[in-house]
């Protein structure tokens, strides 16, 4: 099971908004609405930030929002803040015996 | 709040074993799947394995890289979740993470153990 294809990297200014792409196949971001992403600052555990493709966990700002269409799903983070700079992850449920597979990962920088 | 937080992590050589421990709190923590999460350094996230709850027979999955080498378990009694990993590679070596899996989504995570595979 391949990794789900993310941006290395991504940079905005702030209040500028951004959108970070992940791309798999029908048998994982394609075909389930099952697709997180989370949020890693350096040294630190994950945060989920997303779920489901569109919904928000009590707490997370309304600047993220998620989306998808065929086999990719995006992060579109608006007005962008200094504290958005941070590593993202996206993952997705899949058919594979891997049950869950990760995104390769977006550096995003706050110029 | 919930927490989680593992321990055990140590500088182990190849084709040793290692066990973590995740000690959970603030939530029932025999209702949920737990799983175990991975990073390699400067690395994306890798998913490891999954258990079920009591009532899904506390059945395992694995991923395919540590399949026949790794095994979760669970004491509902302690709320902890347990990973042993024998025959280890270097390739192993990696930030274990353990996170409660709610719905499709890891909505809880520890703050990691590291564990160092090499000679």
């Known amino acids: 099971q391949s990794a789900l294809t993310q941006p290395a990297s991504v940079s905005g200014s702030p209040g500028q908004s951004i959108t970070i792409s992940c791309t798999g196949t029908?048998?994982?971001?394609?075909?389930?609405?099952?697709v997180s992403w989370y949020q890693q600052h350096p040294d630190k555990a994950p945060k989920l930030m997303i779920y489901?493709?569109?919904n928000r966990p009590s707490g997370v700002s309304n600047r993220f929002s998620g989306s998808k269409s065929g086999n990719t799903a995006s992060l579109t983070i608006s007005g962008l803040q200094a504290e958005d700079e941070a590593d993202y992850y996206c993952?997705?449920?899949?058919?594979?015996?891997?049950?869950?597979?990760f995104g390769t990962g977006t550096k995003v920088t706050v110029l | 709040e919930m927490q989680l937080m593992e321990s055990g992590g140590d500088l182990v050589q190849p084709g040793g074993s290692l066990r973590l421990s995740c000690a959970a709190s603030g939530f029932t923590f025999s209702d949920n799947y737990m799983d175990w999460v991975r990073q390699a350094p400067g690395k994306g996230l890798e998913w490891v394995g999954r258990?079920?709850?009591?009532?899904?027979?506390?059945?395992?999955e694995y991923a395919a890289s540590v399949k026949g080498r790794f095994s979760i378990s669970r004491d509902d009694s302690k709320n902890s979740l347990y990973l042993q990993m024998n025959s280890l590679k270097t390739d192993d070596t990696a930030v274990y993470y353990c996170a409660r899996e709610f719905y499709y989504r890891f909505d809880a995570w520890g703050q990691g153990t590291l564990v160092t595979v090499s000679s």
């Open positions: 489901d493709v569109t």
């Open positions: 993952s997705s449920y899949t058919t594979s015996s891997t049950l869950y597979v």
């Open positions: 029908s048998s994982d971001v394609g075909g389930y609405n099952y």
């Open positions: 258990i079920r709850n009591k009532a899904n027979r506390y059945t395992t």
